[in-house]
């Protein structure tokens, strides 16, 4: 009898494991290599290269792109905002624990902006909006704003400054935003001599305004002049990686680059591009330019932000490159720009109808993309 107990008790015990289900999130986390990777070097997330930087205007389009490819490599990137921290939460997962780091700011204080660069390498401006607020002028942003951050950059001992403008920005246009840019380059260079200016063209990726726009007012999209606004798209992680290469090159100091696509367009040849890759057409209307400027005025007036008779005045804005020998440009990192025509299906497909959702970039007979105009590069997401 005692003997039949045990054996019971025995299978009993060996039965009690299976008995007890494991649940899916109970993975067992066993070491398999007895090396950590901590320290200097590229090794992905826990890389560290030992510097920091403070990224202005970080919430916006480029700030992700940018903050991302500094806080993989292991840069401690320190991201001013304003507002609610919601706008920035994005950011955080780019780089490892403690790596991005968000802070509280007003563009008009400049004891916040010392807090935000004091323990900065390098900082990047990508401050810059296309309507006024209530609460900020073109000037508080583009002007002062600019300097007050070139000024507490030098006065903190900063070692890169790199501030971002347009490439339309000039001192006689027809928009006051890229007046004011203009002016804001020249009272950047005066207060930091060594700070690099980058001019860009258009940007576009999956957050722009450019080709999501076109899709996604694809049944009524309003134009001015007739579509025939000159353009240069740039890939946004082009973008990224120019700002990312001059931060790392002490030879660039000072010097002024323009980003641009090597090919011209009109906004007319980006509709049809749009139209052609999401095989549907895009219905655009022209309004007569004074007509919609007067809308956008009385728009101007709501509380929210729809459209600003700023924008319109964008809209008419030549991107066209100064062309000297002076100004850099990404040739001089040794980028090659991404094609337009073979990269702007992945930010678009979504706006396709579904029986041709799965269709390739290239169908046969449709001549104007076929041959793409500069030699393609790698499709690389930064
Ligand atoms: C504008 O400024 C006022 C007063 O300084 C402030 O209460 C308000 O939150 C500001 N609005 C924005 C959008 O920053
Ligand atoms: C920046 O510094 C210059 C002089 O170094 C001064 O004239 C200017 O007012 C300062 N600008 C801001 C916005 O603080």
Not at 218 to 238: E, G, I, M
Not at 342 to 364: G, V
């Given at each position: 009898?005692?003997?039949?107990?045990?054996?019971l008790?025995?299978?009993?015990?060996?039965?009690?494991?299976?008995?007890i289900?494991?649940?899916?999130?109970?993975v067992?986390?066993?070491?398999?290599?007895?090396?950590?990777?901590?320290?200097r070097?590229?090794?992905?997330?826990?890389?560290?290269?030992?510097?920091t930087?403070?990224?202005?205007?970080?919430?916006?389009?480029?700030?992700?792109?940018?903050?991302?490819?500094?806080?993989?490599e292991?840069?401690?990137?320190?991201?001013?905002?304003?507002?609610l921290?919601e706008?920035i939460r994005?950011?955080?997962?780019?780089?490892?624990?403690g790596?991005?780091?968000?802070?509280?700011?007003?563009l008009?204080?400049?004891?916040?902006?010392?807090e935000?660069?004091r323990?900065?390498?390098v900082?990047?401006n990508?401050?810059?909006?296309?309507?006024?607020?209530?609460?900020?002028s073109?000037?508080?942003?583009?002007?002062?704003?600019?300097?007050?951050?070139?000024n507490?950059?030098?006065?903190?001992?900063?070692?890169r400054?790199i501030?971002?403008?347009?490439?339309?920005?000039?001192t006689?246009a027809?928009?006051?935003?890229?007046?004011?840019?203009a002016f804001?380059?020249?009272?950047?260079?005066?207060?930091?001599?060594?700070?690099?200016?980058?001019?860009?063209?258009?940007?576009?990726?999956?957050?722009?305004?450019?080709l999501?726009?076109i899709?996604k007012?694809?049944?009524?999209y309003?134009?001015?002049?007739?579509a025939?606004q000159?353009?240069?798209?740039?890939?946004?992680?082009?973008?990224a990686?120019a700002?990312?290469?001059?931060r790392?090159?002490?030879?660039?100091?000072g010097?002024?680059?323009?980003?641009?696509?090597?090919?011209?367009?009109?906004?007319?040849?980006?509709?049809?591009?749009?139209?052609?890759?999401?095989?549907?057409k895009?219905?655009?209307?022209?309004?007569?330019?004074?007509l919609f400027?007067?809308?956008?005025?009385?728009a101007?007036?709501?509380?929210?932000?729809?459209?600003?008779?700023?924008?319109i005045?964008?809209?008419?804005?030549?991107?066209?490159p100064?062309?000297?020998p002076?100004i850099?440009?990404?040739?001089d990192?040794?980028i090659?720009?991404?094609?337009?025509?073979?990269?702007a299906?992945q930010y678009?497909?979504?706006?396709?109808?579904?029986q041709?959702?799965?269709?390739?970039?290239?169908?046969k007979?449709?001549?104007?993309?076929?041959?793409?105009?500069?030699?393609?590069?790698k499709?690389?997401?930064g």
């Amino acid at each position: 009898m005692r003997r039949f107990l045990l054996l019971l008790t025995l299978v009993g015990a060996s039965s009690l494991p299976r008995l007890i289900r494991r649940g899916k999130a109970d993975v067992t986390v066993r070491r398999t290599t007895g090396e950590v990777l901590v320290g200097r070097g590229t090794y992905g997330r826990q890389s560290w290269t030992g510097q920091t930087a403070t990224v202005f205007g970080c919430s916006g389009f480029l700030g992700r792109y940018i903050v991302a490819r500094l806080a993989r490599e292991g840069t401690k990137v320190i991201v001013p905002y304003r507002g609610l921290s919601e706008y920035i939460r994005h950011l955080r997962p780019t780089g490892d624990l403690g790596m991005v780091i968000p802070m509280e700011f007003d563009l008009r204080n400049p004891v916040q902006i010392e807090e935000c660069v004091r323990y900065s390498d390098v900082v990047i401006n990508l401050i810059g909006r296309n309507y006024e607020t209530k609460n900020f002028s073109f000037d508080q942003v583009h002007v002062e704003g600019a300097q007050r951050i070139a000024n507490v950059s030098r006065e903190s001992g900063v070692s890169r400054l790199i501030h971002m403008s347009s490439i339309c920005a000039k001192t006689d246009a027809q928009s006051q935003a890229l007046v004011t840019k203009a002016f804001g380059e020249e009272r950047v260079r005066e207060s930091f001599p060594g700070a690099n200016i980058v001019r860009s063209a258009t940007m576009y990726g999956y957050e722009d305004e450019l080709l999501n726009n076109i899709g996604k007012n694809k049944h009524f999209y309003l134009t001015v002049n007739n579509a025939q606004q000159k353009l240069r798209p740039v890939c946004v992680s082009d973008v990224a990686h120019a700002i990312d290469s001059i931060r790392d090159d002490e030879s660039t100091v000072g010097q002024t680059f323009e980003l641009y696509n090597p090919k011209e367009y009109t906004r007319k040849d980006i509709i049809d591009l749009v139209q052609f890759l999401i095989r549907e057409k895009v219905w655009h209307v022209n309004i007569p330019t004074p007509l919609f400027r007067t809308f956008a005025k009385v728009a101007d007036l709501m509380p929210f932000h729809y459209t600003s008779h700023h924008e319109i005045d964008m809209l008419l804005a030549d991107e066209i490159p100064t062309g000297e020998p002076a100004i850099k440009t990404f040739a001089d990192l040794g980028i090659q720009p991404h094609t337009l025509e073979l990269t702007a299906l992945q930010y678009i497909r979504h706006y396709r109808p579904s029986q041709h959702e799965e269709d390739p970039i290239e169908p046969k007979g449709y001549k104007a993309f076929r041959k793409p105009p500069v030699p393609a590069c790698k499709v690389h997401l930064g």
